[in-house]
Structure formats: structure tokens, C-alpha cells
């Protein structure tokens, strides 16, 4: 699985939401859909950054993502199911893993699209917390 296009691609939440009746949006209209369509870093408001920058930050973004799901897979595999599968990493038999963990009742695209969601998510709100922080000051400043 592309990792890139998950972050570009994925996300869910309940949080910072309110029900209008027809779906849940979030408090300045940002629906769902829109969360799981659009890029992370276009939720975080960075729009105008260079191709490298941007890059430079999905790379950050997607290692953060698989770092949540190598926790996920050690925390849920037993010592010895963690042996095995680290010898099949580390032989870059990543298709015989992916059946090992499947195997175990891992899916870990689903666990790299649910991870995807939650950084996309909490990146957005964390990005939403700076901008009314930086608002407050703008304003105080001005007074």
C-alpha cells in the first residue's frame, strides 16, 4: 500500500463535531468527506508550501503513521509471533509478513488507513487550536 496516497486519502473522527441533521460536520462546516479527501496538509491550512517542503512533511507524516502501526502489531503479537515476523521483515519478505500478520488476524492496511485517519484528524484540530490561539493574539495585539 502507498502510504502517501493513505495520508492524502484517509480519515474519520467524532470530535470537534456538531450534527446538522443532514451528516455530522465539524464547527467551520468541514465535513467528513471532506477530511478523508482532502491532502493533511491542505487541512492544516498549507497551501502554499514548495513541493520539497511539502514532501519533506508527507515523509515526516507517513513515518509517523508506520510507527503507530509497528507498535500496534508488536503490542498485539506474542513474543514468539513477534520473533517470527521480525525475521520475515528483516529477510524483506514483506509479502510472507503481510500474510503472517493477516494470518494472526492483523490487516495492516486497515491499521495504516485507521492510523491515517487519526494523525489526519488530530493534525487538523491540533492546526485549528494554533489558528484561533493566533487569532486571539492578533486581536489582542490590535486593542
Request: net charge negative.
Amino acid at each position: 500500500m502507498d502510504n502517501q496516497n493513505t495520508i492524502s486519502q484517509s480519515a474519520s473522527s467524532n470530535q470537534g463535531t456538531q450534527n446538522t441533521g443532514s451528516g455530522e460536520v465539524f464547527d467551520n462546516g468541514l465535513t467528513y468527506e471532506d477530511i478523508i479527501q482532502k491532502d493533511v496538509l491542505e487541512l492544516m491550512g498549507f497551501t502554499n508550501l514548495t513541493k520539497e517542503k511539502s514532501d519533506e512533511l508527507h515523509q515526516k507524516i507517513e513515518v509517523a503513521i508506520q510507527n503507530r502501526v509497528a507498535a500496534r502489531i508488536f503490542d498485539a503479537l506474542p513474543e514468539e509471533e513477534r520473533k517470527e515476523y521480525e525475521r520475515l521483515t528483516d529477510e524483506s519478505k514483506n509479502k510472507e509478513a503481510n500474510d503472517f500478520l493477516l494470518s494472526k488476524g492483523i490487516d495492516v492496511n486497515k491499521w495504516l488507513t485507521q492510523e491515517t485517519i487519526v494523525i489526519k484528524l488530530e493534525l487538523y484540530e491540533d492546526g485549528q487550536v494554533v489558528k484561533k490561539r493566533t487569532e486571539e493574539l492578533i486581536k489582542d495585539a490590535n486593542k
